[in-house]
T-cell receptor
Framework: QKEVEQNSGPLSVPEGAIASLNCTYSDRGSQSFFWYRQYSGKSPELIMSIYSNGDKEDGRFTAQLNKASQYVSLLIRDSQPSDSATYLCAVSTGSSASKIIFGSGTRLSIRP | NAGVMQNPRHLVRRRGQEARLRCSPMKGHSHVYWYRQLPEEGLKFMVYLQKENIIDESGMPKERFSAEFPKEGPSILRIQQVVRGDSAAYFC????????????FGPGTRLTVT
């Protein structure tokens, strides 16, 4: 079992709709969870971090964490064509919790 | 506040040569991480360093690869005797000392081995 699993996509969503991206992780001791956005040929950009169960909202982005189910998700409201990118889920692991494991990413495409 | 800096941005090496990739963390950041990304694949953790210390190198290949983060100067990822399979994007990230472990990435070095 992969440590961090994501559906590779592509996920196609119409402009203005809600895009929902999902991620599961295997290490029950993980404490920190991150979503990164990566445009083709560019470096990953941190867009959300979440540390406790529940929802965290930042503009059009909402991260949701459920540690009991080992599940973290990212919702993007009012999707824009500029949101088309690969979204990487990342989870801290290891004894010091400073090592971060990335999922392989979900490719999101927003169609006009 | 300058972000994470990496150089060179593009590096071409012939098989058997050495590649040196440099990373300067964001100001105030004391943790450096190196990742490798193959085309159409995710980021693979390689090594985590603090100044003068390798904290976790569990993702580093056993041979030809080494990393350092000296007291002065940038972090260096060194690949000796490069092979075609080393062609990839190498990203460096840094994070501040603390509990959040949020990592901020540099622009990457694209290594091509011919």
């Amino acid at each position: 079992q992969k440590e961090v699993e994501q559906n590779s996509g592509p996920l196609s969503v119409p402009e203005g709709a809600i895009a929902s991206l999902n991620c599961t992780y295997s290490d029950r001791g993980s404490q920190s969870f991150f979503w990164y956005r990566q445009y083709s040929g560019k470096s990953p950009e941190l867009i959300m971090s979440i540390y406790s169960n529940g929802d965290k909202e930042d503009g059009r982005f909402t991260a949701q964490l459920n540690k009991a189910s080992q599940y973290v998700s990212l919702l993007i409201r009012d999707s824009q064509p500029s949101d088309s990118a690969t979204y990487l889920c990342a989870v801290s692991t290891g004894s010091s919790a400073s090592k971060i494991i990335f999922g392989s990413g979900t490719r999101l495409s927003i169609r006009p | 506040n300058a972000g994470v800096m990496q150089n060179p941005r593009h590096l071409v090496r012939r098989r058997g040569q050495e590649a040196r990739l440099r990373c300067s963390p964001m100001k105030g950041h004391s943790h450096v991480y190196w990742y490798r990304q193959l085309p159409e694949e995710g980021l693979k953790f390689m090594v985590y360093l603090q100044k003068e210390n390798i904290i976790d190198e569990s993702g580093m290949p056993k041979e030809r690869f080494s990393a350092e983060f000296p007291k002065e100067g940038p972090s260096i990822l060194r690949i000796q005797q490069v092979v075609r399979g080393d062609s990839a994007a190498y990203f460096c990230a840094s994070s501040p000392l603390g509990q959040s472990y949020e990592q901020y990435f540099g622009p990457g070095t694209r290594l091509t081995v011919t």
